[in-house]
């Protein structure tokens, strides 16, 4: 065997042992960007020592991207439903189920993202040290990328993500992430929006997964935006308040129930004073009102406590 033919027979034995991976890109109307972004991929690993694919899931464009990818793409599918979430998901359980994937990166395809930042992110999980690596947008990010109302809407929502979730993450919408196939199998995805960025962090978290994020750069996107900085925020924070609800229940209900018990100490304050003065009650309202209060005080509390019990038995473990 030539030297050229026992590096090639070292090649193939690599890749099979590290794997195949996936990079899964989810598109609409990217038709000006998306052949240069898989050439990008196709270019920043074409040396690693894993096998490489692309998957492109087309939310039905309609300017031709479906045509050009399917020119560049390792692999087309269209997205049956609609939203960021719903493309990710479903390029996910395609990689994992048909297509066998061992590693999987999701990214955009509107030039936002650079595909040489790929390895890197790929690097901790081949070498065994995380199941998750995050993208960090905001130590190389280009100027005009974001806006300042994005970035500091970015940075308060990240912000919220760490401290309820407990994570050292800092830039918790990023797009742009690697992960081990097998993990999606631990994790339930329902977000079909732009949400899924925060319910695939928190789920991964949830199921015990080790997450790393590296600073990675962000350029200025190609095309026309299709997000909606209100909008899409608040459905975030939407879905990091069910996140709170479900991760850490006693804090939720709890602090519902505290709330609610200060309200009704108010209120009955003045009637037990005045009974204490007069012996009579003559603010009947306040007294309901106080009572009700502190009945739903208690029940809060130990919803909180039955749920947080029960969130501990059915802890997944990944």
């Not at 493309?87 to 996910?92: D, E, I, K, T, V």
């Not at 970035?151 to 990240?158: D, K, V």
């Not at 081990?180 to 997964?209: N, V, W």
């Not at 009947?284 to 038995?313: E, K, N, Y």
């Amino acid at each position: 065997m030539t030297p050229g033919e026992e590096a090639g027979a070292m090649m193939e034995r690599t890749a099979s042992r590290r794997g195949r991976c996936v990079i899964v890109i989810p598109t609409l109307n990217e038709a000006s960007s998306i052949e240069t972004v898989l050439d990008g991929v196709t270019s920043a690993l074409r040396d690693q020592p894993y096998e490489t694919f692309t998957l492109v899931v087309d939310g039905r464009s309609t300017d031709g991207t479906y045509e050009v990818a399917k020119r560049k793409a390792s692999f087309v599918i269209r997205q049956k439903r609609k939203g960021y979430g719903d493309a990710l998901r479903s390029g996910f359980l395609h990689a994992r189920k048909a297509l066998g994937a061992d590693l999987l990166v999701m990214m955009d395809g509107d030039l936002t993202y650079d595909p040489r930042d790929i390895p890197s992110l790929l690097r901790p999980i081949i070498d065994d040290e995380s199941d998750m690596v995050i993208g960090n947008r905001f130590l190389k990010m280009q100027k005009g990328a974001m806006s300042t109302t994005n970035r500091m809407g970015n940075r308060f929502l990240s912000w919220i993500v760490r401290g309820t979730l407990g994570t050292e993450v800092h830039d918790s919408q990023c797009g742009m992430r690697a992960l081990r196939a097998d993990l999606i199998d631990a994790l339930d995805l329902g977000t079909e929006g732009m949400p899924f960025a925060t319910e695939l962090l928190a789920e991964a978290q949830f199921a015990g997964a080790r997450i790393t994020e590296i600073p990675i750069s962000y350029g200025v996107r190609t095309g026309r935006t299709k997000l909606s900085p209100l909008r899409d925020g608040l459905n975030i924070f939407g879905t990091i308040v069910r996140l709170v609800r479900d991760t850490r229940p006693l804090f939720f209900f709890g602090f519902l129930g505290l709330v609610m018990g200060l309200l009704g100490l108010y209120f009955g304050l003045d009637v037990i004073l005045e009974y204490s003065r007069s012996g009579t009650v003559t603010k009947i309202p306040s007294a309901i009102l106080a009572a009700l209060m502190l009945i739903g005080s208690f029940q809060f509390i130990t919803l909180g406590l039955v749920a947080d019990m029960i969130r501990r038995l059915r802890r997944r473990k990944y």
